[in-house]
T-cell receptor
Framework: GAVVSQHPSWVICKSGTSVKIECRSL??????MFWYRQFPKQSLMLMAT?????????EQGVEKDKFLINHASLTLSTLTVTSAHPEDSSFYIC?????????????FGPGTRLLVL | EDQVTQSPEALRLQEGESSSLNCSYT??????LFWYRQDPGKGPEFLFT???AGEEKEKERLKATLTKKESFLHITAPKPEDSATYLC??????????FGTGTRLQVFP
């Protein structure tokens, strides 16, 4: 149980285009989902917290107009990188908060590698 | 300011050589301490949650312990397949996780 999927697993796009990444909780409902980015050999950096049916909460320094987050249902959140540039190239990982042993735990997706040319 | 520090940054072990990874934290109001394993190019895999000092949890060759200032991940008789980056994270006043920078473990046959 507690499986989170992401699609696509990798994407290459041209500078200036927009890219949408989907995050799904497959076998549980998640009222809260989180989006992280990770640079090589670094730890995870939280970008935003997403609650179903409400606006996402962005971390300081993250441009909300560039990284659009939609949490339309209890099993799906999307991250759209608008007008992507090479500096947006990174590994993007989502997580969904679910219950493990009756206590809330974040379960992570497999990640999406974005390369902007 | 809430902070998580992991040591060592990297650890090389011979197969069967037991060792421990450290996670020191400074938070106001710990709600939970989490251990994850991350393989290259993949998302973190949940291992353990610890909630109070003195708590211990085990899974196969891994055992996690918690005190008021730090957590240890003990690896007993590791195998090459235990090679990965082990991440520690704490949850304080909000739902957010604050991650350490991880320990890269390599186990050689």
């Amino acid at each position: 149980g507690a499986v989170v999927s992401q699609h696509p697993s990798w994407v290459i796009c041209k500078s200036g285009t927009s890219v949408k990444i989907e995050c799904r909780s497959l076998d549980f409902q998640a009222t809260t989902m989180f989006w992280y980015r990770q640079f090589p050999k670094q730890s995870l950096m939280l970008m935003a917290t997403s609650n179903e049916g409400s606006k996402a909460t962005y971390e300081q320094g993250v441009e909300k107009d560039k990284f659009l987050i939609n949490h339309a249902s209890l099993t799906l959140s999307t991250l759209t990188v608008t007008s992507a540039h090479p500096e947006d190239s990174s590994f993007y990982i989502c997580s969904a908060a679910g219950l493990a042993d009756f206590q809330e735990t974040q379960y992570f997706g497999p990640g999406t590698r974005l390369l902007v040319l | 300011e809430d902070q998580v520090t992991q040591s060592p940054e990297a650890l090389r072990l011979q197969e069967g050589e037991s060792s421990s990874l450290n996670c020191s934290y400074t938070v106001s109001g710990l709600r939970g301490l989490f251990w994850y394993r991350q393989d290259p190019g993949k998302g973190p895999e949940f291992l353990f949650t610890l909630y109070s000092a003195g708590e211990e949890k085990e899974k196969e060759r891994l055992k996690a312990t918690l005190t008021k200032k730090e957590s240890f991940l003990h690896i007993t008789a590791p195998k090459p397949e235990d090679s990965a980056t082990y991440l520690c994270a704490v949850q304080a006043g909000t739902d957010k996780l604050i991650f350490g920078t991880g320990t890269r473990l390599q186990v050689f046959p």
